[in-house]
């Protein structure tokens, strides 16, 4: 049934409303209406999407979401982003919500074809989504998409950026036993349909602030960064201001991008680093002579980052992607080093 529902939110900030069809996702009709709904993953693994339904009847989509493990389901507590209502609804989000993003564009519902799909390495993939109708992103944002044959919705940052674009460059990382990343590389994902929802994410880099760019990207996280670089490539930015740039990946093998960072750093005149974290590699194997420029390191990429800057942390802006262990660890290491919360921007992609 295509009914709509209307939805109420009592926050910290005050009441507002919003409209809901029936079977689409609370968060996403929320944040659609222009309402800063707290999120970060969009996805069901972070829990800051936390809500109670005071009244209604709602369905949750994905019980088992790790996002969901510590609410309290007895006195109606929610996930947003796993959650539709099925009738008008009041809920309670127990933060503050404005009525409009500062920043950013308002997300919505897209459509979009997927094209485009090459192998980087071994197990990460690129490919990009040729949208039916134009988006607005900053570098560091992320959309989430959901492909036909598939439950649910998967988080991914854009490698590119920019104003009214109808292309959306993306990267995966297969993981085992994995949903997305196997579909993108099986034979039904080169001209599909799928559903997109963005741009989200306040991880984004704004050249006007003027700080020196620390980022800490693992896997597929280094998405984002990569928009970061290139834009601030582009504004001529590394004139003024550093970027270290911290990659973990498990082998040599498993690098990417790295003609990419090597023309960054060139771009950067000694304003840019790159350093690959390899957790996995042998010790005596530390040299790359095909891109001398990218530093090479041993060990986890929080680690090796922490060790590099080792407290030098003066106006520097810290971006964060990767996978919430390695998030987590980064985030602890850059505050046991004394960086102020509001000067580390991050996104967990589960
Ligand atoms: Fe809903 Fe992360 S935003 S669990």
Redesign the pocket.
């Known amino acids: 049934d295509a009914g709509h529902c209307a939805v109420t939110v009592e926050t910290r900030s005050g009441t507002f409303g919003f409209d809901c069809a029936t079977g689409e996702t609370l968060?996403y009709a929320g944040l659609a209406h222009g309402l800063t709904l707290?999120?970060?993953?969009?996805?069901?693994?972070?829990?800051?999407?936390?809500a109670r339904v005071m009244s209604g009847d709602v369905e949750v989509a994905w019980e088992e979401?790790?996002?969901?493990a510590r609410l309290k389901r007895d006195k109606g507590d929610i996930?947003?982003?796993?959650t539709r209502a099925l009738g008008d609804c009041v809920l309670r989000v127990p933060s503050d919500v404005a009525e409009r993003p500062a920043r950013h564009e308002i997300p919505a519902p897209r459509l979009g074809v997927v094209g485009n799909v090459k192998q980087l390495t071994s197990d990460v993939v690129h490919f990009e989504i040729a949208l039916t109708e134009p988006m607005t992103f900053d570098a560091g944002q992320f959309v989430v998409i959901e492909a036909p044959e598939l439950e649910g919705g998967r988080a991914y940052s854009m490698v590119n950026y920019g104003r009214d674009l109808d292309r959306l460059e993306l990267v995966v990382k297969r993981k085992p036993g994995g949903g997305f990343g196997d579909w993108i590389n099986g034979p039904l994902a080169s001209g599909a349909n799928v559903k997109v929802f963005g741009p989200l994410g306040r991880a984004t880099f704004h050249p006007d602030e003027g700080h020196d760019l620390l980022m800490i990207a693992g896997g597929s996280g280094i998405a984002g960064m990569m928009s970061i670089l290139s834009r601030g490539v582009r504004d001529r930015y590394f004139e003024k201001r550093k970027a270290k740039v911290f990659f973990g990946v498990r082998t040599l093998a498993d690098g990417f991008y790295l003609e990419d960072f090597a023309r960054a750093i060139e771009a950067g005149g000694g304003n840019v680093e790159v350093t690959l974290a390899l957790s996995h590699e042998d010790a005596g194997r530390l040299d790359h002579p095909e891109f001398p420029t990218v530093k090479l390191a041993h060990g986890f990429v929080h680690e090796v980052a922490g060790q590099a800057m080792a407290g030098g942390y003066d106006n520097v802006m810290a971006y964060i992607a990767g996978p919430p262990p390695m998030v987590d660890g980064a985030i602890r290491s850059l505050i046991i080093g004394g960086v102020g919360r509001s000067a580390i921007r991050y996104d967990?992609f589960g």
């Open positions: 968060l707290p999120h970060e993953c969009a996805t069901g693994t972070c829990g800051t999407c936390r979401a790790p996002g969901a996930l947003l982003c796993q967990k």
